[in-house]
């Protein structure tokens, strides 16, 4: 799926003046593509994944996937669109605690009313090595374990466009290494549009493009 941004502005109201944070982003990511976001704190890269979600909207501009604009959307519309099409990994679990692996990623199926809930999620978690932890509560899993419940989640629902913040933000080097060689591997295999958001330059180079957010724009490295 592919996804087109033109002349997106998003600003923010900060006291009595009007912070600009997103000054007419443009670019253009073709169907499959793996593309890091690096840039500051601050310099907006978060801000653009929620737009890119639906989470957020723009002031201005568009936001075009797969030529459906989500800056046109009604709010049922987007909650709609995003639901079938796009999923998000961000740098917290946020797995529910009295669910267990098993059921965390069963609950993004039961939500879109999918059939054979058990089957797709237990597939899902052990493709992701955690075939062996599927009925176990994120008390009982590591970090690493837990991220891999959450991109699961992510992943099984078949996204068209994957957006990830910081993915491996809370786990050290080598879960992290660990984690993320699984990620990438199954983004290729189902050839998944993926936009990462990391402050990890290393974790940059292992995509196929990476823009730099800085001053408003974005910029190709």
Do not use: W
């Not at 704190?41 to 737009?51: C, H, N, P, Q, V």
């Not at 699961?152 to 913040?165: F, T």
């Amino acid at each position: 799926m592919s996804l087109i941004l033109k002349n997106v502005r998003k600003s923010f109201q900060q006291g009595d003046s009007q912070i600009e944070v997103l000054k007419g982003l443009q670019t253009n990511i073709e169907p499959g593509q793996i593309v890091a976001i690096v840039g500051q704190s601050g310099s907006g890269k978060s801000t653009l994944l929620s737009l890119l979600a639906g989470l957020e909207r723009a002031d201005s501009g568009e936001i075009l996937v797969d030529n459906v604009n989500l800056v046109g959307l009604s709010e049922k519309e987007i909650t709609s669109f995003r639901a079938q099409n796009i999923a998000i990994v961000f740098q917290q679990y946020h797995l529910i605690a009295h669910l267990t692996a098993l059921e965390n990623v069963m609950l993004s199926l039961e939500i879109l009313k999918m059939d054979d809930t058990r089957e797709k999620a237990e597939a899902a978690l052990k493709e992701l090595g955690l075939g062996h932890r599927l009925d176990h509560f994120p008390s009982q899993l590591s970090g690493g374990e837990c991220q891999r419940v959450a991109i699961a989640r992510a992943l099984v629902v078949k996204p068209k466009i994957l957006l990830a913040d910081e993915p491996s933000g809370n786990l050290d080097t080598h879960t992290g290494d660990k984690v993320m060689d699984v990620f990438f591997e199954i983004v290729r295999k189902h050839e998944i549009t993926t936009i990462l958001v990391t402050h990890s330059e290393a974790l940059a180079q292992r995509c196929q493009r990476n823009l730099r957010l800085e001053e408003g724009q974005l910029r190709e490295i």
